[in-house]
């Protein structure tokens, strides 16, 4: 992960926000700011957008921004490779909050019982929560971990068939 590159997300890519917290990057998203508010906000971060208006209106203002186009999560996660030179890497110790943005704290079990399915809590030893006080959300490795790791390693498969 590298821990200088930030984003801002517009409102179509609540799912690749999401993905790019799950990978660590601290990322802001809201599907309700506008885009006078994005363009206030971006405070370094890149811009995420495909909107033109948008995209021409942050580079009138020496914005970062980068359009990941519209097809599947893989395909715009290797466009910002490329764009970025940057790796993703699924690492759970560096993800934040998928919801939140906010940076995730690793617990132990018994700090978590109450919040975790018994079976989840059963076959898995690690758990992490969001440190947001208004969040506190736990994960743990289950299903939707397999299928980034799965995704992680089709772009890498993607970038060796170039
Ligand atoms: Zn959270």
């Known amino acids: 992960m590298t821990p200088e590159i930030r984003f801002i997300v517009d409102a179509m890519y609540g799912s690749l926000a999401r993905w790019l917290r799950l990978l660590g990057y601290n990322t802001v998203y809201s599907d309700t700011k506008s885009d006078d508010e994005i363009l206030r906000e971006t405070d370094d971060r890149i811009l995420l957008t495909r909107d033109k208006e948008l995209i021409i209106r942050a580079r009138k203002s020496t914005i970062h921004v980068l359009n ?10 290797q466009r910002l490779q490329e764009d970025l030179g940057i790796q993703f890497v699924a690492n759970p110790n560096e993800s934040r909050c998928p919801s939140c943005n906010g940076t995730l704290l690793l617990k132990r079990r018994e700090d978590v019982q109450n919040q975790v399915p018994k079976g989840s809590l059963r ?3 690690e758990f992490w929560q969001c440190s947001n006080s208004l969040c506190h959300q736990v994960y743990w490795q289950g299903r939707h971990w397999t299928r980034i790791s799965n995704t992680l390693k089709q772009l890498k498969s993607d970038e060796t068939k170039e």
């Open 68 to 77: 990941p186009g519209s097809g599947s999560i893989r395909s715009m996660l």
């Open 123 to 125: 076959n898995h030893n």
